[in-house]
């Protein structure tokens, strides 16, 4: 491992507890997040289903949007 890596790993972290300290203190706020149009949900008797696609595409094109800024301050 050299320094990059190290770097890598403290940014991760930092962004974890960021992401952390954001839904503690506002989970209450965050409830619509997997509850979006175009996430499948399927809930029967005694099987639940739940696939949230809206919300990981969201997720995804924020945390690719998070890791470009990342990547041009390191």
Same mark, same amino acid.
């Given at each position: =491992?050299? $320094?990059?890596? +190290? %770097?890598? !790993? *403290?940014?991760? +972290? &930092?962004? !974890? *507890?960021v992401i952390g300290i954001i839904i503690y203190f506002f989970h209450d706020k965050l409830n619509w997040l997997g509850k979006l149009p175009g996430d499948i949900r399927i809930e029967k008797e005694n099987f639940r289903f739940y696939f949230p @696609?809206?919300? =990981? @595409? @969201?997720? $995804? #094109?924020?945390?690719? &949007?998070? *890791?470009? #800024?990342? %990547? %041009?301050f390191f």
């Open positions: =491992m050299n $320094s990059q890596t +190290g %770097k890598w !790993i *403290i940014a991760a +972290g &930092i962004l !974890i *507890i @696609i809206t919300t =990981m @595409i @969201i997720v $995804s #094109v924020l945390l690719t &949007i998070l *890791i470009n #800024v990342f %990547k %041009k």
